[in-house]
Nanobody, 123 residues
């Protein structure tokens, strides 16, 4: 069983930055492909970014490309989402998820999910 715990959310002004962390336990993170997703009020969950278990490939949603960076520290069993140039449209509950595949799967094929951390961007 894999446990995921997100942290780093909070309230930030537009144009600011936050770094989210996803700490994993129960399985070495180097054997997991990790994804970040978000869900805004009254909206469906959407993909944000992902990184393969080798770290060799990263994928981003068009809405965050150039502003967000996903990275991993296998020694710390942690995955990060650095978010820069935040705007109010980025306000959402952000969750990390883990997949037991070496590639980035569709959202429905992630195997484990964290509880989420709230990010609020004020204008």
């Amino acid at each position: 069983q894999v446990q995921l715990v997100e942290s780093g959310g909070g309230l930030v002004q537009a144009g600011g930055s936050l770094r989210l962390s996803c700490a994993t336990s129960g399985r070495t993170v180097s054997t997991l492909t990790m994804g970040w997703f978000r869900q805004a009020p009254e909206k469906e969950r959407e993909f944000v970014a992902a990184i393969t278990w080798s770290g060799g490939r990263t994928v981003y949603a068009d809405s965050v490309k150039g502003r967000f960076t996903v990275s991993r520290d296998n020694a710390e069993n942690t995955v990060y989402l650095q978010m820069n140039s935040l705007n109010p449209e980025d306000t959402a509950d952000y969750s990390c998820a883990a997949a037991l595949t070496p590639w980035v799967p569709p959202m429905s094929q992630y195997d484990y999910w964290g509880q989420g951390t709230q990010v609020t961007v004020s204008s």
